[in-house]
């Protein structure tokens, strides 16, 4: 079982580029999120879905866009990148089905700089 | 809304020692607590959770957490600490039931293990 897959694991990126962030998991997850993790500050929520064709912004939400069209992925876009979101990303599932508590399967990260 | 306190963002022990990593939480609702741990260039694994029941949970790698609801606390505790244990630390708490499973992070607390 892969589990949850995230591509690329690194990216170099030039201010105003853009870019797209894949997260794949192959666990029948209806939940799936999107957080940045920054020293200091933790992880921040920045998009979820609870299923597809739905999503809705978390936390920090600006500059990055997102889409549900399948079950298993939840790609994250950057439109024009900034320096600002220099940090590593990690894509996170969880089954939502009644009852259930909740718990996030985390894929490895994606470690992303802007220049 | 729901927040996350973690006291002490690095604690420093020797091997062999307790580890008492500590953790506050605001809910306005019973909620549903979490310690994840990330090690170097990982991403997060569960170590234990509190949903519901007993209010002394084990988790893996020999740590267990209490929920006093009087404090509002869920700290962190291994009787003994081994060089493995060293790595990130992050409490998290959800809203218990219905369909919200956005966790909210704490900003994580380094534990190092000195030999």
Known sequence: NAGVTQTP??????????????CAQDMNHEYMSWYRQDPGMGLRLIHYSVGAGITDQGE??????????TTEDFPLRLLSAAPSQTSVYFCASSYSMGGNTGELFFGEGSRLTVL | AQSVTQLGSHVSV?????????CNYSSS???????????????????LKYTTGATLVKGINGFEAEFKKSETSFHLTKPSAHMSDAAEYFCAVRRSGGSNYKLT???????????
């Open chain 1, 9 to 22: 694991k690194f990216q170099v990126l030039k201010t105003g580029q853009s870019m797209t962030l894949q």
């Open chain 1, 60 to 69: 920090v939400p600006n500059g990055y866009n997102v889409s549900r069209s």
């Open chain 2, 14 to 22: 020797s091997e062999g020692a307790l580890v008492l990593l500590r």
């Open chain 2, 29 to 47: 609702v019973p909620p549903y607590l979490f310690w994840y741990v990330q090690y170097p260039n990982q991403g997060l694994q569960l170590l």
């Open chain 2, 105 to 115: 992070f704490g900003k994580g607390t380094l534990l190092t293990v000195n030999p």
